[in-house]
């Protein structure tokens, strides 16, 4: 897909679900003499704070020096997982776990790069986007998630779709990790990390999924849009319900 028509197809995604922020590309950068790498690059930020950015308009990049959060430097290949952390004891601090042993397997059920093959991270909103990203992120309101959800059960032929978490990291592994090392769509409802440092809200989850399912689901979301999306907004069996309800009650 040329980057002229990734553009189009973001806007009308973005209309047709009045999504609250942008459609965010992540592109992994293994080259940091890499010629596409833009926007401004981050020092003392966790990545889901570089993602917040990104859904709000800006082009940023992050690597190694600059994220803060060990347990994305870690799944990202940047630095190895602190002692705390990697036993599980870290998370009881936190309140997230009883017992380290459950830290510890959350930990070990991690996908992560290779140590230190990955340079930088670099997202940009869909919309403004000057090259085909790797991953596709979108962070908003359950019920717009949704939609696209159901645009990939569509690109898949009807296929349920898999999803899996730890209610941990869920935006570095979840929606970025996950798609780009199994290539498959994932489905994340946040995590204790993102909801404390970012703007996410409490009605919100994220999505992530390969570049290459982008079309396809962007195609169906255009479809879906023309009755499914605004026939089942307008709630009309449950304005039928409430009126029902208010002429059995005026008979009582």
């Known amino acids: 897909m040329d980057i002229e028509l990734l553009k189009k197809k973001a806007v009308l995604m973005k209309q047709n679900l009045n999504l609250h922020s942008f459609p965010v590309g992540v592109k992994f950068i293994f080259d940091e003499k890499n010629s596409v790498i833009k926007g401004e690059q981050l020092s003392g930020y966790r990545y889901c704070q570089a993602l917040m950015m990104a859904r709000h308009g800006k082009h940023v990049t992050i690597g190694a ?17 602190p002692a705390g ?116 809200g409490p009605n919100e989850a994220a999505i992530g999924f390969p570049f290459k399912n982008f079309e396809n689901i962007s195609g169906y979301i255009e479809y879906l849009s023309e009755k499914a999306i605004p026939d089942s907004r307008r709630k009309n069996a449950y304005q039928i319900l409430l009126k029902r309800t208010e002429e059995t009650s005026r008979k009582i």
């Open 65 to 81: 020096e600059g994220l803060t959060c060990p347990a994305a430097a870690s799944a990202f290949g940047f630095k190895p997982l």
């Open 85 to 200: 952390l990697k036993t599980g004891q870290g998370l009881i601090g936190f309140g997230i776990t009883q017992k380290a042993e459950v830290g510890k397997n959350m930990f070990e059920g991690m996908p992560k790069l290779e140590q230190g093959k990955l340079k930088l991270l670099y997202l940009f909103p869909l919309e403004t986007a000057e090259i085909v990203p790797d991953v596709v992120i979108i962070e908003d309101e359950v019920e717009n998630l949704m939609w696209i959800v159901l645009a990939q059960v569509n690109s898949q032929n009807g296929k349920r779709i898999e999803s899996e978490t730890a209610v941990l990291q869920g935006i570095c592994v979840d929606v970025t990790l996950i798609p780009y090392i199994k290539q498959k769509f994932n489905i994340t409802l946040g995590c204790y990390g993102c909801r404390d440092a970012t703007d996410i």
